[in-house]
C-alpha cells in the first residue's frame, strides 16, 4: 500500500529510566470499510485504507462469492467514507452460516458508530492514577515472565490488569481481545475493581481495545505492541493514558502523559 | 490460562540452509467457542479453549450485554465442545448496531463447519510445487524489506504471493486477514494466477488463513510468525506445506516437507 496513505503523525513522549525526549511517532492508520455487493450492505471491516477494491475483490472471493474477474460489473471506492460497491453478473446465494454466523477471529467491534472519535467522548474516564516509569519497567517485566503460553508457543497474546506494584488477574488467548475478555471476566466473577487500575496487553491497542478499556474506567493502558491511529484519538478523546512499545526499559507515551511520573532530568 | 490445556505439541522440521533436524514444537490451541445468552446463540468467536466462563462474562460486559456478577443466574461451559451458556436476570435488548453489524477487526472465519477438519479435505490442495530453503530465505528477506509501513509504525501485518525467485504481489494491512485478501484480490483483477506460487505472511497462521488459501489452490504458506494447532492440522488435511518462524536463515516446517528443497549434511 501506499506508505503516506497507510500512516498518520502523531507527537510522542520517549522514556526511560533515566530521561525522556519528545518527538513524532508514525502509527498505522486504521479505518472501517464496508462492503456493498449488489447493493446488500454484506460486511464492515477494519482495515488500512488502502487499496480497498483489492481487499474487497478478495474478501468477496475468500468467501467464495466471486469467481473470477469477469464476473464483475463494476466497482466503486469512496476513500472518504469507506464504502465499497461491487456489482456483479452472477449473483451468487450467501450461505447462512458462512457470512450471518457472526465469527470472530481474534476479538469483535462494535457497529461504525463507535469510530466516530465525537461519540465516544461520553464515556471520558475520570481518574486522578499515576504510575511511575520504574513502576512500568517492573509490571511490564513480570508481565512477559508470567506468558507462559506465549514463551512456548509464540501463539498468543496475554493481558493483565494491574495497579502500580503488582498484576492482580492475568490471562492468555489466541485473540487479543478475547485474552482482555478474560482478564475482565475474572475481575467481574471475582469483584476486582477495575477502575484506577491499568492494563497490560502484548497486543496493538486498536479503537476496540479502548472500548474495552474505557466501559471498564480504566485509564491507563501499557502495551508491549504499537497503537493504530484511532487507538490514540479515542485514548486522546476519552482521557485515556495510551503507552506503547513497553519493552526492556523504553516505553513511548502518546497521550495523558501527565499520569506517568518520571525523572526530568535529561533527554532519552 | 493452564498451559497444557492451552498447546498442542506437534513434530517439526527446523531448517537452516546448512542442516536440519527434527524435534517437537508446542503450538497454541485454536477453538471454536460460542455464547449462548438466554437460549439466545449470540457469536462463535475463536479463542484458547481456557477460562471460558471468565471469556463469555468479559465479552458480555464489553458488549454492555452484563452489568454485573448479581446480573448471572447461571453459567455453564462445556470444555469439549465450546459452548457457554448464562442466564440473567436482567435481560437486555441487544443493539442492532452493535451485535449484529458484523465488524471484523482483523478478518473473518467462516461458520463453525469449517473447522471440522475433515470437512476442509474436499478442498485439497494438488501441487507439485518446490522451493529451496535458500529460496526461503531470499523471499523472506524481500519481504521484509517491501514491508514500509510495518517498518515505520510496526502496527500492520503484510502478505505476498510468490514464486520461488520473486514476490509477484505484495500488500499491508492493520488486520493480517485484510493484507492476504489485498493480496488475492489485486491477483484477481489482474489475472495473476495463485496456484503453484506460495503465500508469504507475517501474522500467525490461524484456520481462517488456510482457508483463504485453500481456495486459491495454493501449496505453500510461509510465516514469519507462529501457526495454531488448528492452522497445523487444516494445512495436514489440504497437502499443504506450512512453514513457520521464517526469520532470518531459519525456519521450522511443520506439514508436506517433501516440498522443501534442502541438504541433508548435518544438524541444525
Not at 183 to 206: H, M, N, Q, W, Y
Amino acid at each position: 500500500m501506499d506508505i503516506e496513505e497507510g500512516i498518520e503523525v502523531f507527537p510522542v513522549l520517549r522514556l526511560t529510566e533515566e530521561g525522556e525526549d519528545r518527538t513524532q511517532g508514525a502509527v498505522a492508520r486504521e479505518f472501517p470499510i464496508t462492503i456493498i455487493l449488489n447493493d446488500e450492505e454484506l460486511v464492515t471491516l477494519l482495515g488500512s485504507p488502502t487499496d480497498l477494491e483489492y481487499l474487497a475483490v478478495g474478501f468477496l472471493a475468500s468467501e467464495g462469492l466471486l469467481k473470477s474477474k469477469d464476473e464483475i460489473k463494476s466497482i466503486t471506492a469512496d476513500y472518504k467514507t469507506g464504502v465499497v460497491r461491487l456489482e456483479t453478473l452472477v449473483k451468487r446465494e450467501l450461505a447462512q452460516d458462512t457470512l450471518f454466523k457472526r465469527v470472530i477471529s481474534t476479538g469483535c467491534g462494535r457497529g461504525a458508530s463507535f469510530y466516530s472519535v465525537a461519540d465516544a467522548v461520553d464515556q471520558k474516564v475520570d481518574s486522578q492514577m499515576k504510575i511511575s516509569v520504574g513502576e512500568v519497567v517492573s509490571l511490564t517485566t513480570e508481565f512477559q515472565r508470567r506468558s507462559r503460553t506465549w514463551l512456548a508457543t509464540h501463539g498468543v497474546h496475554g493481558a493483565a490488569l494491574c495497579d502500580t506494584k503488582s498484576i492482580l488477574a492475568f490471562n492468555e488467548d489466541v485473540g487479543r481481545h478475547n485474552a482482555i475478555d478474560k482478564v475482565f471476566g475474572e475481575c467481574l466473577l471475582k469483584d476486582i475493581p477495575t477502575s484506577d487500575r491499568a492494563v497490560l496487553t502484548t497486543g496493538r491497542v486498536t479503537s476496540e481495545i479502548l472500548h474495552k478499556v474505557s466501559k471498564r474506567g480504566i485509564p491507563i493502558v501499557i502495551s508491549i505492541s504499537a497503537p493504530t491511529n484511532l487507538g490514540v484519538k479515542i485514548a486522546d478523546a476519552l482521557g485515556i493514558t495510551l503507552m506503547a512499545s513497553a519493552r526492556g526499559k523504553r516505553m513511548r507515551v502518546y497521550t495523558d502523559d501527565w499520569r506517568v511520573v518520571r525523572n526530568k532530568t535529561r533527554a532519552v
